[in-house]
């Protein structure tokens, strides 16, 4: 029993930390309608430009998330520089930085596929020794600390003029290209904002299990797709954005949560990812069926 609480304590770290980045997935998914690709690279680039940061540069650990940050803006704006500038379909340009970022993760971390942080401070071990929390507990704390201060920044920024342009464009381009804005620089704000979210989220996630690899952000995609569905299947009714933005990261934690029983149930962890495309492609299909359901049957009451 103690293994399972175990389990699910880590499991919750994991989803809260993990939440900012489907924030950043919720941006691009659900705002603009673009399935990201960049995801998986500027994931692993926010781990290791934090690992290396922290460990050959000696910077402080909250600078180095600032770092984090900008390096995943950074790979945000050129997958946003080839989809609007030079017209390549976004899912595409998400691919191929998506593959660029493989080469330059390596190229950061001197070749190495993984740099552990055992023996370096962090912003969990400072703050779980000032505190004097255990592991656990202090990682909770600051993922939703972090979480709440994105959500908020959030929740502000798309009430700004830009931030509402930004949302427009989702909606109806063509209106809002009416309307004078510049949907192009809309559309590259987006996502540099998305991926600094996801580096921000690499980062965080690098300093709590204390090393950057080079595969840490495979299936991240996914992942965000999950959880954004869970949430919204939980917390549907909830219509204000703000509370939308929470339960991209409550369903982070369910998923995580799920993930962390299936596991203690015997599940093969090989078999993860295919019960994470597994969930995203029924809640997915689910409401599509349903609603051409509904459709056959009043054409059929019609007739009738």
């Excluded at 029993?1 to 770290?13: P, W």
């Excluded at 998330?65 to 899912?91: Q, R, S």
Aim: net charge positive; charged share 10%; with cysteine.
């Amino acid at each position: 029993m103690s293994g399972l609480l175990v389990s699910l304590q880590d499991a919750m770290v994991q989803g809260v930390l993990w939440g900012i980045m489907v924030l950043g997935v919720y941006i691009t998914f659900k705002l603009l309608d673009i399935a990201d690709l960049t995801v998986d690279g500027s994931f692993a680039l926010g781990g290791c430009v934090c690992a290396v940061m922290i460990l050959n540069f000696k910077v402080d650990p909250w600078i180095a998330l600032l770092a984090a940050t900008l390096a995943g803006m950074a790979a945000g704006a050129v997958t946003g520089l080839l989809h609007t500038v030079f017209e390549i379909p976004a899912i595409l340009a998400g691919i191929l930085s998506q593959i660029g970022l493989w080469s330059i993760n390596l190229r950061i971390m001197s070749g190495k596929s993984n740099i552990p942080l055992l023996k370096t401070k962090t912003i969990f071990s400072q703050f779980i020794t000032s505190m004097g929390m255990n592991k656990q507990a202090g990682s909770i704390v600051i993922g939703i600390g972090v979480s709440i201060v994105v959500i908020v920044f959030l929740y502000w920024f798309f009430g700004t003029e830009i931030g509402s342009a930004m949302r427009a464009t989702g909606n109806n381009e063509a209106m809002i290209r009416a309307q004078g804005v510049n949907s192009n620089f809309t559309k590259l704000l987006a996502l540099m904002i998305s991926n600094g979210l996801v580096g921000l989220s690499g980062g965080l996630v690098c300093q709590s299990q204390k090393f950057a690899d080079i595969n840490m952000g495979t299936g991240a995609i996914v992942i965000g797709l999950a959880a954004i569905v869970i949430g919204e299947v939980l917390m549907g009714r909830l219509l204000s954005f703000g509370s939308k933005l929470a339960s991209a990261v409550a369903g982070s934690v369910i998923y995580f949560l799920i993930r962390a029983i299936v596991l203690r149930m015997g599940m093969n962890a090989n078999d993860m990812k295919l019960l994470s495309a597994v969930i995203v492609a029924v809640a997915l299909c689910v409401p599509v069926i349903v609603r051409k359901y509904r459709l056959s049957k009043s054409y059929t009451e019609g007739g009738v």
